[in-house]
């Protein structure tokens, strides 16, 4: 399957089928796909996405998000999705370190990752770390909601750190 457009093509009728939740008829697409390409990380990502989101096979999602960074770098679904999974989970230091790598990603979208660096600092008890991300957050968006976001999240760690430091 050397012929881009293809596997574009296939990829489309993918996001349908996801759209469409026919799950198992996606699967087998995405299956077919890598059959041909095993080394195309879009394909890789949206399996993992499924995994992870629809069917909870956490293993397995986790195991296509790592092929999709390692194979499509420049990819950023990639590291955003492999990101909130690792966040669900509660395993920081290795979602640092995907954030580091997300953050080398030239097409990433900057505030995303500096949301989940807050979300992840916040969850950890350190509130001044969390606090300059969610700062950055706004730095790096353009969207007036996440910028409501960005600052309530900041009054909630403001407001968890007064709470709980001063008890």
Known sequence: MTDNSKVAEMMLEVDQLIS???IPDAISLLHE???EEPDYGRAHNHLGWIYDVKLKMLEKAEEHYKLAI???PDYPSGYTN???LLSSQRRYAELEVV???ADLCPTINRATIANEYGIMYES???FDDAIIFY???ILYTFDNKVIDTAVANIERCKRK???LWNL
Do not use: P, Q, R, T
Request: hydrophobic share 35%; charged share 40%; no cysteine.
């Open 20 to 22: 469409d939740n026919k």
């Open 33 to 35: 796909i890598l059959a």
């Open 70 to 72: 390692k194979f499509s």
């Open 82 to 84: 492999y990101a909130y």
């Open 99 to 101: 954030l580091k790598k």
């Open 124 to 126: 950890m008890g350190k």
């Open 135 to 137: 700062k950055n957050n």
């Open 161 to 163: 750190k007064e709470l």
